[in-house]
């Protein structure tokens, strides 16, 4: 158990529709990261936040969105969806600082969306 | 968008076996290399975040060196047992810890 929470973990939803995912970093963890992995596809990186504010972008859709709350759990949207948008979407976490070089990720277990 | 080459894409190792397989990354603006492991069904897990030029780090019968002078890494695997299949994925960290990882190696570890 990596201490990382992620709901739902299964959404099955049609085009057109909007999703929230919703995660939960490890206790004390201040950043907190999305990525999507599509089939066939690696980790794409969609978006980081650090303590509350977004610290860097990936290739993320312009239909997609994210926040990250003052108790630092993290909701990424997804808006007008597409057949394409199926995947596995995984959020996060990790203990590093803005004073560091590094810090190891702490994934959760993803949410499958499938969308028909 | 750091370019992140992992290689080969597959292999199959008999049980018992010794293998090793690599990643590319830039060499510049070099801040960290991190392995993680990623089993089926479940989530990637790390296994080391390398640092320091000629870094050698070790867990169990998993090992990886570093060279970031010329950007690369590998990751060697001593005995390989069926419990070591899995996608072994790099990721250089740039600045603000965003990892980019790249496509993994999977290795599927036969009896």
Known sequence: DSGVTQT????????GQRVTLRCSPRSGDLSVYWYQQSLDQGLQFLIQYYNGEERAKGNILERFSAQQFPDLHSELNLSSLELGDSALYFCASSAWTSGSHTGELFFGE??????L | ILNVEQSPQSLHVQEGDSTNFTCSFP???FYALHWYRWETAKSPEALFVMTLNGDEKKKGRISATLNTKEGYSYLYIKGSQPEDSATYLCAP?????KLTFGGGTRVLVKP
Not at chain 1, 110 to 115: D, K
């Open chain 2, 93 to 97: 960290n740039s600045a603000g810890n």
């Open chain 1, 110 to 115: 993803g949410s499958r969306l499938t969308v």
């Open chain 1, 8 to 15: 739902p973990k299964h959404l099955i939803t049609a085009t």
């Open chain 2, 27 to 29: 060499s510049s603006n």
